[in-house]
């Protein structure tokens, strides 16, 4: 009887950092637990999983579970929030096929040495509100073509992808999102104009990347009205584009490596709100070098703004 009346009210259930044993979800465990936390845990499966119908949230991360126990989740009825994070026992395009029917808001993928464009293109119709693929160096162009239909999206990171201005265009109808990260990618000055496809951005990383003052001077990033912090460190920014920005709302700016001049700052009228810029490890170029960056430039000069 007291076991009876604990799991009828469990609302969490965590088994972390625990030796090996094995595991089954007993069947009075199915009717109220929403969260149910395995982390660290030695299992390999998850029988029984699939009759827990209230769970919402499930952390399987550094776990042993194999990729066909993912089957079990497939039509799970209200699972929001899965962690599948260091399963290197999960193959991440198949497992991914079997989860393309859930409703999740969240996912934290599997092993990204196993994860490529193929399972990424089976995230197209969940509604996702946060897709992190940081460091997925085996997701590209092709995957982002699934990522563009996930209208719910409101953070998307996207750092040290193949990710190129191809894929970035493939984003347009993300209307919602929030925060997007590119740091590390190949995109250049020529995706400057899907940026006014993103009126509620908030935060931005474009650093490490391939874009220039001509990114900043055809006015496409100005049309992100709600931007508030702004990552530009270790690319070929400089006076010419620094002072072109027009963000009223923006607060944070980091201009590490870039090729900027500390007094140029000051001329940040666009920018009033601004509290704070990092003018870390500033590249030195001289007027020759400028000249000859301005004429590189004009060669991937994205369309201007009328």
Not at 55 to 78: A, C, F, M
Not at 122 to 147: C, F, K, Q, R, W
Not at 189 to 199: D, G, M
């Amino acid at each position: 009887m007291l076991f009876s009346f604990f799991v009828f009210n469990l609302k969490i259930f965590v088994l972390s950092h625990i030796f090996p044993l094995s595991f089954f979800f007993p069947s009075s465990f199915v009717f109220s637990c929403p969260l149910c936390c395995l982390s660290c845990f030695r299992v390999t499966s998850l029988p029984g999983v699939e009759e827990i119908t209230q769970l919402i949230t499930l952390d399987i991360s550094h776990t042993k579970v194999d990729t066909e126990s993912i089957r079990s989740l497939s039509n799970h009825p209200n699972l929001r929030y899965l962690s599948l994070a260091h399963t290197d026992n999960i193959m991440g395009d198949q497992a991914l096929a079997y989860l393309k029917c859930l409703k999740l808001k969240e996912i934290k993928l599997p092993n990204r040495h196993r994860t490529t464009d193929v399972g990424i293109l089976h995230l197209a119709e969940i509604p996702l509100s946060t897709l992190d693929l940081t460091n997925y160096i085996n997701v590209g162009n092709t995957g982002m073509a699934g990522v563009g239909k996930i209208h719910t999206l409101k953070v998307l990171l996207l750092g040290n992808t193949k990710v190129t201005d191809e894929g970035v265009n493939a984003l347009k109808d993300l209307n919602h999102l929030e925060i997007l990260y590119l740091d590390r990618t190949k995109i250049t000055n020529q995706c400057a104009p899907v940026f006014k496809s993103f009126p509620k951005l908030l935060e931005l990383s474009l650093a490490s990347t391939m874009i220039s003052s001509t990114f900043l001077t055809s006015g496409h990033l100005n049309s992100c009205t709600q931007l508030e912090r702004l990552n530009l460190s270790r690319t070929r920014i400089d006076d010419r584009g620094l002072v072109c920005l027009r963000l009223r709302l923006l607060s944070l700016l980091n201009l590490d490596g870039t090729r900027v001049r500390p007094t140029a700052v000051s001329e940040l009228t666009g920018c009033p709100h601004l509290q704070r810029v990092t003018l870390n490890n500033l590249v030195t170029v001289s007027a020759n070098d400028e000249d000859a960056a301005a004429g590189s430039d004009e060669e991937q000069n994205p369309q201007q703004d009328v």
